[in-house]
Structures are given as structure tokens and as C-alpha cells.
């Protein structure tokens, strides 16, 4: 029975394998492949997100604008001081088993510091502190577990 992309069931995420068959247009022809043979072709590469920071500025890294920021490379402007970018909420869906990574240019120094903060009372690393970045070409590398914020790679 032919259908309209509209009216299939849709997949669980958690079903799926790998092996199962999706329907792929080459050239105007409809033909099939598995998820498994379509990765094999997948570039690896992040795009990065440069966001320039300065004093008292405050970044909310979970707002719909930074959704697909993978990598976000940090730039300073202006005086000395702190700013803070706040980490997405854990707890929110998107975020579960989300890796995010933060880097900063030459900009910065040990007077200009980024604090990268847990979103309200949760946490990064078991505790509800900032992990901070003073140093240039220093980054930070967190993933999500759905509850909390764990800092799985450092950069000095």
C-alpha cells in the first residue's frame, strides 16, 4: 500500500538499528540504503560559532540561536572583567547526551575571564559553580546526561 511521507508511523529513536531501509532520491531515482551505509558517508566537521564576549556580558547558551552550536569560539572585546555563558537547561530533551565545546581566541588573557555556569540550580561536575576560562586558546569540552552537566575534556 503506497502512503505519502505524511501518514507513516514515525520511529522511535530508541528502535532504531542501523539496518533498516530508507528510501534515498539519486539522480531523480528513488532507491534504498541503511542508516549504517549513509554514515559512512557523513563528513565529520563542526562548524563553529563565534561569538565576540566582553564585561559583565551574559551568554544563555540555551536560547533557540545556539541550538546547533557544537563548537563556540570565544573572542574579547573591551575592558577587563568576567562574563558568563550559561549552559542549557539538562534537563530539556534536546540537551540530553549533548556535547558542547568552548574555546577562546588571542583575546584573551588572565584578566579576561569567561565563567561557564549550570543553568539554574543544576549542575557541572556534581557541583552548582562555574568552570572558568582566563587564558588564550584555552577550551572546555561538557556533555549532558539529561540531569546534569559533566566537563569531559579541558584545554590549557
Not at 528502535?15 to 565529520?44: C, F, M, P, R, W
Not at 559553580?129 to 559533566?150: L, M, P, R, S
Request: a negative charge; one cysteine or more; aromatic letters at 8%.
Amino acid at each position: 500500500m503506497s502512503k505519502k511521507i505524511s501518514q507513516l508511523t514515525a520511529v522511535s529513536s530508541a528502535n532504531i538499528t542501523g539496518s533498516e531501509d530508507l528510501a534515498i532520491v539519486q539522480s531523480s531515482e528513488t532507491k534504498k540504503t541503511t542508516l549504517n551505509d549513509v554514515q559512512h558517508y557523513i563528513v565529520n566537521h563542526l562548524d563553529p560559532t563565534a561569538l565576540t564576549v566582553g564585561l559583565d556580558q551574559t551568554i544563555d547558551l540555551g536560547l533557540s540561536t545556539y541550538d546547533d552550536s557544537e563548537l563556540i569560539v570565544l573572542s574579547w572585546s573591551g575592558g577587563n572583567g568576567h562574563m558568563v555563558l550559561t549552559l542549557p537547561d539538562a534537563t530539556a530533551t534536546k540537551n540530553l547526551n549533548r556535547v558542547k565545546r568552548i574555546i577562546t581566541d588571542s583575546t584573551f588573557s588572565a584578566s579576561k575571564k569567561a565563567r561557564i555556569t549550570p543553568y539554574g540550580s543544576q549542575n557541572l561536575d556534581g557541583q552548582n559553580v562555574y568552570y572558568e576560562i582566563n587564558k588564550a586558546y584555552e577550551g572546555i569540552q561538557v556533555w549532558c546526561n539529561g540531569t546534569e552537566w559533566f566537563i569531559i575534556q579541558k584545554k590549557a
